[in-house]
Structures are given as structure tokens and as C-alpha cells.
């Protein structure tokens, strides 16, 4: 085990804010790069002040900054701006989501960017991209989820429209982290750095797929169809006595043994369930058959039986229940940061894990603004000129 | 422009089936790099046997395997298994998603693999992760979407439970594409391979973010509130005269703008909605006012008020919607394979644009069972034993 990382020796300035580029650059903080994150001092990341709070810190920010770095820096400021950019010397990665045209604004064009550091990889992410005829227009993750198509495929059919209850801008952030190691191992090939464009769009139209592929097999526009499985049944929730459970049985072998489960082995033999495609097809009538059964006792019931036959199914856990799962805690998914005003602080893990690399339970803390305004000065001091 | 790609030397040895495995090796491939699908000459991955089909070839299948090579190896079979050992001598990555325990059984054990092969990075995509209490439980997309959080988080409340309407374990895929390639770059500074573990469930607590944090934070169970935002206000879906759109009025500004647009300046300057803590507390009597108004035109006439107005919305568009979008056109985010027996395959493009290299419209499409199966044997005649 080494508690170096893959990404060690690389050096990250990060100007982004809220969630998309802030998961990205925790993905790299994750794999050991130092990030430095560069805040507007007039409050610096926006979701800074977004609560809940705990002793007055955000808990949204404490969450997806973990590990980093802040100096707080006026890029509209000419000292300010020399400081910038002997940190851009010294990088192997600029990343930002500030909207397309704001940072030429800045002064800071890719192509500029290129000629003055070229091994720099500079990544973007932004709402639509940096090109077409959107690349102006701000997003939100409300509405790429709508435009993207996600929302139409997620809620039950006549009931009004559902969002994926978690901010799937979060996909554009890992794609953008996929493409700066892609650009880095580029770097290594060519030596030079490239530009990295992501939008929280296009990361939802990739994550589409099958329903892409089926409509364009056959020209049938896929809806919302609650918690079933558009082509496999029975794969979809149940009521217990007590809540709901999922249960997942895929092919005609798991189909028996859930009926050996529900004490109804009839079903399995009813020519309307034989196989997949007539199940499919009289998913309505299966599912009220099996939940006359699965009314009569409690989920916990339910899933150990379920267990025992093989069956693939699961609790609908909230979120309290995930924490609290040991699978979770064995795979280190929850980690804790000591926050020296907030306190003990729980986060998500990081979910890519390196056998040569170790995923400690407890990271460092997200910094406060500014915090390492001192230490970046004097190391910038001594610094060579270019990296 | 480069057609290489940053994976251009890079050689993937794919075991995957179905879709996380799958859909990691085609980040990868469209990264450049080179990927041999080893499949069971008994069929082949099993999603060749899923529907829709397209002259008898499955849209699931094509639209998940573009630009890969395929070769039919029985890993039961003594030559077939001195085939796979050449392969892996020649490869950098192997890709697998069996449940945790096969690869050993089959003798490929990872401590063995590193033995043998020093080079290799070795990933497994699995339901549970290869550690840990459940490390041996088969699952689903649906299962761990339930265990993980995101259902108890998706929906409305009170209805019955929602799924989130795309498989998610295309998240496994992506942290496992990432993780490929951290390892990749450790390999470049240590020399030797090692072995990335991503599962399912991991990845689904991975996305999870604010909810832990709000969660831990407040100790409140976060629950499925809809289409709104938790803490944004006006942030949902609302009803037009012929269907919905979703409107992001995330401050004050924005929330005149919305008003103005909506003829109803007076709702600006109600106390009720003065800021967003108090519109997020009467977000119900907020959503009606809305409502009354957008209800009287269309979802085309608001959308075109609002973006004049610079009020961040969107139509919830379904796929075909997307296809046809003319930002998603211009982003290269549907992109067509010409498969020699389906014909003209549509698929999700990539979503992580370089720079440096090209994303053509055009994509070769999916092999047929061991298609490649000459050329790959002839090539292992003429390489060296080992890489």
C-alpha cells in the first residue's frame, strides 16, 4: 500500500464553484492530486453559503471540498493575477465552470492559455458546452435533466413530471475528471496539454443509452414507467406489510424461485407468466398477483427468505439506513473529516478503489477561505519560473 | 487534430457483459484505445440477446460495443486458455464484471494476474465490490439503486416508489473508466499494474452527496419531494396549457424576471416569496400562483418569453426531443454506426470532448460474435511473449 495515489505529483488550480466542477476536482483530490482551489475574495465559492449549516459552515460545501487547498485571488486584480499565474505555471491542470466566454473574458482564451503553458491541461465544464448554438445560455441541473431526456423516462405514467432525486450534474464532473486523466495521459504521449470540454448536457444524453438505442431500433418513444423494468419482469418494487422492497428476478430460474419463496409455485406454471416476453406483457396482473403475497408480511421478512432462495432483491434504504448499512461501512463509502469549526463531518467515499493505493476512513477537512494564502505565497517564492 | 486518441497504445482485454463492464470499455475505446471482447463462444455476451432487435442484431447490444473487436474463447478450455494468457501478455488493461469469486475459479486469480503479468491494470465492475459482507450477492441496476439511496430520494411523496428511468450501474462504468486510467498513470510512475475495484452500490452512494451531507448535517431523513429542488424555490416542473416545463429561478433576480415574464410583478413583492427561504417555505402556494398563469399558453410561448428574459428553463423533452435537438447535433452527441447487417445504428456519442482529438459523427460498429478472431490469432503469432 502507498498513501501517494496516482495523481501525486500532479497539481491542480481549480476555479470552480458549486457542484459540477467541485465533484471533479474531488475525484482528483480523491486520487492524490493537490487541488487549489483560486475563490473570488468577496465570499468565494458560492456554496459556501448554502445550508444547512453546522457552527456556521456549509455542510453542501464541507462535503465536496474535502482535501483541497484556498487562496483567495481578484482575477480582475493586477497583483492578484501575477499570483494566478505562477500558479498556472507551476500546474499540470486549470479546471473551471464559470459559463462559456467568461474566462476569455478574463483574459484567460485556451488558445493563450496553450502558448504560454503548453503542458497545461485545462478542463471546462459548463451547462451546454463551449460550442453550438446553447454555449451561451446558463443551466441548471433541473434543466439538463429535463432537456436531456432523463426526466421523461423517470415518474409514473399520467402522474406529474419527476427529477432524479439527486443533482445529476454531478455526471458532467466525472466525466470532466475522466477526460483531464485521459488529457494527462495524452500529455505523456505528446507533451503538450490539451483543452477538456464537458457539458452537463451532453453527460446526459450519455447516460441515456438504451433508451436512445431502443427508440432508434424502433420508433417508439419511451415514458415514465414508475420502478419496472421496461423489459424484464418481475423487476420492479413491492409492498410489504411494512413499506416496499425491490425484487430483481431476471430470468425464468429466479421467476420460480420467487414463486417457491411466495408460496406460490402456480404462478410459475400460469402460461401467462412462462417466460420473459409473456411476463412483460402481463406485468399488471403479475405484479398484483405477487404483491396479494408480499401484503402479508414485512419487507425485513421478505428479503431474508428472498436472500436465502438466491433471489436478487433489496430494501428501498433512505439515506439514514445506507449509512448505517455494513456494506457499506466495509467498503469505507461513508469518510469522516475533522473539521476544526463544523466538526466531525460525514461524506460520501470515494467509490474508485486502487488496491496499491490506500481510501483512509478520515480525510482532511475542506478549507476555509483563504486558509492557505501564505504557504502557496512562499512556495510560489521559490518556485523556477516555469514548470 | 489527432484521430489517436490518449489511449492510442493502449491494448483492453474485455471480459464484460450486459452494460457497467460494457459501457466502461467504451469510454475506453473511444478514448482510442484498442478493445478485445473475449466472449463465450456459447452465445457471447448475453445483451446479444436482448431486444429490440434490428435485423436480428440487439440495439442494446450494438449501441454499448461500438469500435470493439470480438474473439470467442472457451476460458474452460486448455488452447483456448493459452490464447487468453497471450492476449494478457500483450495487454495493459483487463476489464471484468462476473460476480466477485468467478475470474478465481477460472485461475486468474488478481494476486496471480500481478505475479505473472506486472504491467497489467486489472478492473472488476461488480454488484457489491469484491470485499466486504456482500461481496458474493448477485445484483442489479434496481437493487442498488433501491439499497443505494437514490430510490428513497426519487419520486413524490406519498405515491409509490420511483426508479430513476436509465440503469445507473452505467455509473460503475464510468468510476471504473476513471479508475482505469488512474491506474495507468501510477503505472507510468511505479512501474508495475494494479487492480481497480468499483461496485455498484459504491457508486450509487458516491452520487448520493448533498443527501449525506444534509443528512449528517441535520439529522432529517431526506424523502422524495417530486420534481422541486429541496432548497431552491422556484426550481420544479409546472404545467402549461399543452404540457410541462421546468423553470430555474435560483435568486431574486431571477425570480422578478420570472414575474415579470409571468405579468404578475405583484408576486415579487409579496412577502410570502420576498426570498428564497421563504418561497422555499411556501413553495405549494408559490407553485399554484405560478401555475394559474403559465397554464393559459403554451410550453413553446414560455420558453420563449423566459429565455428572452434570461429566466434558466427548459422543455422536459423526450428522446426522440433529444435526437433532434439541434444543440445536442451540434455537440456530436448522436453518433451513427453503418453495421453491415443492422443497417444505420443511432447511439449517445462521447461526452468528454479533447481538444486535441477528434470526435467523428461516424463510429465503427459493433463485432459480431469472434469476428476477429483470424486477425487476432495471426497477430499473437508475431508478437513476443511478453509486453
Not at 23 to 49: F, H, N, Q, W
Not at 255 to 276: P, Q, T
Not at 281 to 290: A, M, P, S
Request: charged share 20%; with cysteine.
Amino acid at each position: 500500500m502507498t498513501t501517494a495515489g496516482p495523481l501525486a505529483d500532479t497539481k491542480v488550480i481549480d476555479l470552480t464553484r458549486v457542484l459540477a466542477g467541485p465533484y471533479c476536482t474531488m475525484m482528483l483530490a480523491d486520487m492524490g492530486a493537490r487541488v487549489i482551489k483560486v475563490e473570488s475574495p468577496d465570499g468565494g465559492d458560492d456554496s459556501r453559503a448554502f445550508g444547512p449549516f453546522v457552527n456556521g459552515k456549509s455542510a453542501y460545501f464541507m462535503s465536496l471540498n474535502r482535501g483541497k487547498e484556498s487562496i483567495a485571488l481578484d482575477l480582475k486584480d493586477d497583483s492578484d493575477r501575477i499570483v494566478f499565474e505562477k500558479l498556472l505555471s507551476g500546474a499540470d491542470v486549470l479546471v473551471e465552470n464559470y459559463r462559456p466566454g467568461t474566462i476569455a473574458k478574463l483574459g484567460y482564451r485556451w488558445a493563450d492559455l496553450h502558448e504560454r503553458y503548453p503542458r497545461l491541461v485545462y478542463a471546462a465544464v459548463s451547462g451546454f458546452g463551449h460550442t453550438g448554438p446553447y454555449a451561451g445560455r446558463p443551466a441548471y441541473d433541473m434543466v439538463v435533466q429535463a432537456m436531456g431526456g432523463l426526466m421523461s423516462l423517470t415518474g409514473h405514467a399520467g402522474a406529474p413530471p419527476t427529477r432524479v432525486g439527486t443533482s445529476i450534474g454531478d455526471t458532467a464532473g466525472m466525466f470532466a475528471a475522466y477526460g483531464i486523466l485521459a488529457a494527462l495521459l495524452q500529455r505523456g504521449r505528446t507533451g503538450t496539454g490539451t483543452m477538456v470540454d464537458v457539458s452537463m448536457l451532453d453527460g446526459q444524453v450519455a447516460i441515456l443509452e438504451n433508451a436512445i438505442a431502443r427508440y432508434a431500433a424502433t420508433g417508439e418513444v419511451p415514458g415514465p414507467i414508475g420502478a419496472r423494468h421496461p423489459s424484464i419482469t418481475p423487476f420492479d418494487a413491492f409492498a410489504a406489510a411494512d413499506g416496499y422492497l425491490v425484487i430483481a428476478a431476471g430470468n425464468d430460474t429466479l421467476f420460480r424461485a420467487l414463486c417457491s419463496v411466495l408460496a406460490r409455485s402456480g404462478l410459475a406454471d400460469d402460461e401467462r407468466f412462462a417466460d420473459n416476453a409473456r411476463r412483460t406483457r402481463n406485468h399488471t396482473v403479475l405484479k398484483e398477483e405477487i404483491e396479494t403475497v408480499t401484503r402479508t408480511r414485512s419487507v425485513a421478512d421478505w428479503l431474508t427468505a428472498l436472500d436465502a432462495a438466491g433471489v436478487p432483491c433489496g430494501p428501498i434504504n433512505t439515506v439514514d439506513k445506507v449509512l448505517a448499512d455494513p456494506q457499506v461501512a466495509a467498503r469505507t463509502m461513508a469518510v469522516a473529516a475533522d473539521d476544526p469549526t463544523a466538526g466531525n463531518v460525514i461524506m460520501a467515499g470515494n467509490p474508485v478503489k486502487l488496491d496499491a493505493v490506500d481510501d483512509p476512513p478520515t480525510r482532511r477537512p475542506a478549507p476555509d477561505l483563504d486558509a492557505d494564502r501564505n504557504r502557496i505565497l512562499a512556495e510560489l517564492e521559490q518556485e523556477p519560473a516555469e514548470h
